[in-house]
């Protein structure tokens, strides 16, 4: 590359499809941009560690109580990616976790909702994280290079959560009348606020346009959402279970399944935090940062010593 002026050569980046790295130059907007972005997607990982964690030590048999610890676990490790993602591009991560205290700064407002029962452990590997599978995967191929490696790892654990998922929800499914049940239910619960998860639709989304030219998003909050309905509805028929819409149904002339109208006005609620639980997630995750300051400090100490250490050798 010839040309000298950083501008042009981050943009011939982008338009070959090419990956931007740490050291790259990079216009101060997409820095921020891309800040916003995977802090949220990391607060998300680590606050949606709540609502499972709820059934850790009430899961119905010590087989689904270690699968569901190593799904949490999972979750934490995303988060930890995540932030050192963001790290690459000159924040610190405790600066982070104070604007997600402090409420500068958002999660996926998914987690808000309450897990009832162990029926919800299905339904949320089967759709929250299908979802998110479905919102993630195109982010492999993201402009920003920490990011999108971030998000190869990650997306080949979250396809092994939404297996377990629909594994919990297909036993329960073909047991008693009262699991069947459970499972309904649940899947009644969580499917619409599993759609609102891709966002707003198009026309109302503030930061898409900007973010599918600098080629960290590829495909619009509507293209998304309908692959996972198209994704989904199958997977409802091998489960035996309703999706709660009675507008479902398969569109041959466009190739898609259509779906209902969905009422966004509940979750501008949730984003605003009138949902069902934020104040006790928030809480929590406060409280879980609180109590672990001595870890903090203890690992801080000890890479003080082992740092040392090398300065006496070298
Ligand atoms: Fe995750
Ligand atoms: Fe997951």
Redo the contacts with the bound molecule.
């Keep these: 590359m010839h040309d000298h002026d950083p501008e042009e050569r981050f943009q011939a980046i982008i338009d070959d499809d090419g990956r931007i790295e740490p050291r790259d130059w990079m216009p101060p907007a997409y820095r921020k941009s891309l800040i916003r972005q995977i802090a949220q997607h990391a607060h998300s990982e680590i606050i949606g560690m709540q609502p499972e964690g709820n059934w850790i030590t009430r899961a119905p048999s010590l087989r689904r109580k270690a699968i569901l610890m190593a799904?949490v676990q999972?979750?934490a490790g995303h988060g930890l990616y995540l932030y050192a993602a963001a790290e690459t591009l000159g924040v610190d991560r405790a600066e982070l976790l104070d604007m997600l205290h402090d409420g500068r700064q958002k999660y996926s407002s998914i987690f808000n909702y309450p897990t009832l029962t162990w029926a919800d452990m299905g339904a949320i590997g089967w759709l929250v994280?299908g979802a998110?599978i479905v919102n993630q995967v195109p982010i492999c191929r993201c402009s920003y290079g920490p990011y999108a490696r971030a998000m190869i790892r990650i997306c080949k654990?979250?396809s092994f959560?939404q297996r377990q998922g629909f594994e919990i929800l297909h036993t329960l499914s073909h047991g008693t009348p009262a699991q069947h049940d459970m499972a309904q239910d649940a899947v009644d619960r969580w499917w619409w606020p599993s759609l609102m998860m891709f966002g707003p639709p198009d026309q109302e989304s503030t930061h898409s346009e900007q973010s599918m030219r600098w080629g960290i998003k590829r495909f619009s909050n509507d293209e998304l959402r309908q692959r996972f309905v198209d994704m989904t509805v199958p997977q409802a028929e091998v489960l035996g279970l309703r999706l709660p819409d009675p507008d479902l149904r398969w569109n041959p002339e466009r190739g898609h399944y259509d779906f209902g109208e969905i009422d966004f006005t509940e979750l501008f609620e949730v984003i605003k935090g009138n949902g069902p639980c934020n104040r006790q997630r928030m809480a929590d995750r406060r409280r879980a940062h609180e109590e672990g300051e001595w870890v903090r400090e203890a690992a801080a100490a000890y890479a003080a010593k082992r740092a040392a250490q090398r300065e006496e050798v070298a």
Excluded: N, Y
């Design positions: 799904k999972d979750e994280d998110a654990e979250e959560h």
